[in-house]
């Protein structure tokens, strides 16, 4: 049986963020949030990547080496101007440690996705898309339903 990975809500997220003093740092963190990148995202940005007139950001040679274009999140509009982010992968993972104890930096990726679905309603299939998977059962796996989500989606129902 597959152990789904452990996530932490807005409030936690946000909560570990108010401690951030370094711009980079705290910039890092919330593409892995909000943005749903993986940490080798976030260390190969570039300014270049980023086009606030279109509103997207280019992901170059993902995961499987593929690229995609995901939309900027309002969250992390204004941050974008601290890129590069000038961290390297090993030491974002040690960073989130210190803010998140019990967390993994990918842990971040898992939470904004499931922020998105529980929280904002946004429908699986643009989660797949803003993550990056070609397989739909890979984003099942890092989104949780939270009991309350699926208990207020069938009271609604009746």
């Known amino acids: ?92 993972e040690k960073w989130v440690k210190r803010y998140w104890p019990n967390i993994h930096y990918h842990t971040l990726r898992h939470s904004g996705a499931t922020f998105y679905l529980n929280d904002k309603n946004i429908d699986i299939r643009h989660i797949q898309l803003l993550l990056g998977h070609s397989q739909l059962n890979t984003t099942q796996i890092y989104t949780h339903v939270s009991p309350k989500n699926l208990k207020d989606k069938f009271d609604g129902v009746w």
């Not at 940490?39 to 690229?67: A, R, Y």
Request: net charge positive.
């Open 1 to 92: 049986m597959r152990v789904l990975p452990s996530t932490i809500s807005e409030n936690e997220f946000l909560e570990g963020l108010k401690q951030v003093k370094r711009k980079e740092l705290k910039l890092a963190f919330m593409l892995g949030f909000y943005q749903c990148m993986r940490v080798s995202e976030i260390v190969n940005l570039k300014p270049e990547n980023v086009n606030m007139d279109t509103g997207f950001i280019h992901i170059k040679q993902g995961k499987g080496s593929k690229d995609r274009d995901i939309p900027i999140m309002q969250p992390v509009k204004h941050g974008l101007r601290h890129l590069p982010i000038g961290l390297g992968v090993r030491s974002l």
